[in-house]
Every structure is written in structure tokens, then in C-alpha cells.
């Protein structure tokens, strides 16, 4: 069985530009997850989709957004980049979502360097 | 809120040397617990989970026993191998998160021969 495949594997944009972020999960899971993990500051949540609704945010500004697909993958926008978004951003996905406490499977994640 | 505290490292073993990486939690609601593992340059994998108290996860030689009376999920192993070398995240998730998991600040591992 495939599991969470990201793409691309690296990116390398300026700043003011937009990135986009790309994930599927694996087959059968409806919610994806979305967690930068920045040098020195851990992960930290982004965003939830479940059933093609956005579910939950983390505290991030508004220029991080994203949407979910009918096939359940998952797109994350970042726009007008600055140099602190450099960072790893992992997707998860999981079975279930509200009201669950499924295990959250990882992909390999998107390096997004912004110079 | 939810919180999850790792013991901070880094942490230096020889081979074939005991492991415990110690993570205690709070939490709103009643938790799982997960041990994810991510070694140089690659997401995370999942290492171990425990869905209830007294429940053990094990997997690769690698163990952690969910105590709800002392809010702990420690991990341990009882022979490291250099191929251990890794960060290791202690998360929990619970069904008023709202999806969100929360992750320890990770601790990593070097294994030298």
C-alpha cells in the first residue's frame, strides 16, 4: 500500500513569490493534515481538511491556505513568501477526523527554501 | 490546553546500550499516544502508538507503556544500534483536538559504535 507521497520533494522560491504544496494521502483516508516544521521551532500545525472542508487552523497568517480535492488530495498555497517560511511542510493523513483520535501517517515532506 | 513534554537532548549512547527517552503529556481530552521517528532529511515515521491506559506499543525493539496516573508514555529499548541514530517526537491526539496532534520538541539520538 502507498503511503503519503508530497511533491516536490524540494522548492526553491524568492521572496514575495507563492509556493504550492502538493499531497495525497493514502488511499481510503479523507483528512489530511498540514505541519511546517521550521529549524529550531518543532512542528507546528497548519492546517485540517476532512471530507474536502477545511476543519481547523493552526496560528498562522492568512497567506497560508489550501484546499482539499474530491479525491482527497491536497494542495497548500503560500502566498507572498518571506524568508522565515523556509521550512520542511509535512502531510499527514488519517482515516478519520472529527472526533477521532486516528493515527496521523506522514509523508516525506516539501523543503521549501525562500531567499 | 494540550501539551507534550520531551526530555531534552541530545542524547549520546554507545551501541548496545539501554535507551529511555522520557515524555510526559497534558490533555483536555483522552489522549493517544504516539512515538514518531525522523531520521536526517525524511518525514516522520510512526514508531509506536497506545490507544488506552496500561496499553504497551512496541515495534523494532522499541517499547512505551501509556501510565495515565503519572501522564507518561517513555520510550525505551533495551540494545541501541547505530542505525537508531534519529529524532524521536512523543505526540498525543484526542477527539477535542480538532484534529490537530501535538508534538513534543523531539529529542535526538546518536548511536556511536
Known amino acids: 500500500e502507498a503511503g503519503v507521497t508530497q511533491s516536490p520533494t524540494h522548492l526553491i522560491k524568492t521572496r514575495g513569490q507563492q509556493a504550492t504544496l502538493r499531497c495525497s494521502p493514502i488511499s481510503g483516508h479523507t483528512s489530511v493534515y498540514w505541519y511546517q516544521q521550521a529549524l529550531g521551532l518543532g512542528l507546528q500545525f497548519l492546517l485540517w481538511y476532512d471530507e474536502g472542508e477545511e476543519r481547523n487552523r493552526g496560528n498562522f497568517p492568512p497567506r497560508f491556505s489550501g484546499r482539499q480535492f474530491p479525491n482527497y488530495s491536497s494542495e497548500l498555497n503560500v502566498n507572498a513568501l518571506e524568508l522565515e517560511d523556509s521550512a520542511l511542510y509535512l502531510c499527514a493523513s488519517s482515516l478519520a477526523g472529527l472526533g477521532s483520535t486516528d493515527t496521523q501517517y506522514f509523508g516525506p515532506g516539501t523543503r521549501l527554501t525562500v531567499l | 490546553g494540550d501539551s507534550v513534554t520531551q526530555m531534552e537532548g541530545p542524547v549520546t549512547l554507545s551501541e548496545e546500550a539501554f535507551l529511555t527517552i522520557n515524555c510526559t503529556y497534558t490533555a483536555t481530552g483522552y489522549p493517544s499516544l504516539f512515538w514518531y521517528v525522523q531520521y536526517p532529511g525524511e518525514g516522520l515515521q510512526l514508531l509506536l502508538k497506545?490507544?488506552?491506559?496500561?496499553d504497551k506499543g512496541s515495534n523494532k525493539g522499541f517499547e512505551a507503556t501509556y501510565r495515565k496516573e503519572t501522564t507518561s508514555f517513555h520510550l525505551e529499548k533495551g540494545s541501541v544500534q547505530v542505525s537508531d541514530s534519529a529524532v524521536y517526537f512523543c505526540a498525543l491526539n484526542t477527539n477535542t483536538n480538532a484534529g490537530k496532534s501535538t508534538f513534543g520538541d523531539g529529542t535526538t539520538l546518536t548511536v556511536k559504535p
Open positions: 497506545a490507544t488506552k491506559a496500561d
